[in-house]
């Protein structure tokens, strides 16, 4: 059965930085991508990052650019999210994501339906 955890999420303040891991089993990672999406109290989940498969290539979210790093490692089953100078803008629950094929190209890792696995999500607060 295929599972996909997250943590990491805590309550940190503002300028502070977190690091994400969603750990997975039950699939074949390496022939993955990897998403991240967030959703705050009374808004839609949104993307924040996505990784290919291979990791040869990252896409990011306008409001995360810059600040957020998406990395994996493909013998540990595990793909990590850096959060540098966290917002108050950035507390919601983080959920990971996997989409199967080796396909590049942000179209395919901005869009939730593309997904298959989810996570249950891990929480991050931001307090200013």
């Known amino acids: 059965q295929e599972q996909l955890i997250e943590s990491g999420g805590r309550l940190v303040q503002a300028g502070d930085s977190l690091r994400l891991s969603c750990t997975t089993s039950?699939?074949?990672?390496?022939?993955?991508?990897m998403g991240w999406f967030r959703q705050a109290p009374g808004r839609e989940r949104e993307f924040v990052g996505g990784?290919?498969?291979?990791?040869?290539?990252?896409y990011y979210a306008d409001s995360v650019n810059g600040r957020f790093t998406l990395s994996r490692d493909n013998g540990e089953n595990t793909v990590y999210l850096q959060m540098n100078s966290l917002k108050t803008e950035d507390t919601a629950v983080y959920y990971c994501?996997?989409?199967?094929?080796?396909?590049?190209?942000?179209?395919?890792?901005?869009?939730?339906?593309?997904?298959?696995?989810w996570g249950r999500g891990t929480q991050v607060t931001v307090s200013s």
């Open positions: 994501a996997a989409r199967s094929g080796f396909v590049s190209g942000r179209w395919y890792y901005v869009n939730s339906v593309t997904y298959e696995y």
């Open positions: 039950g699939f074949t990672f390496s022939n993955y991508g």
């Open positions: 990784i290919t498969w291979n990791g040869g290539a990252t």
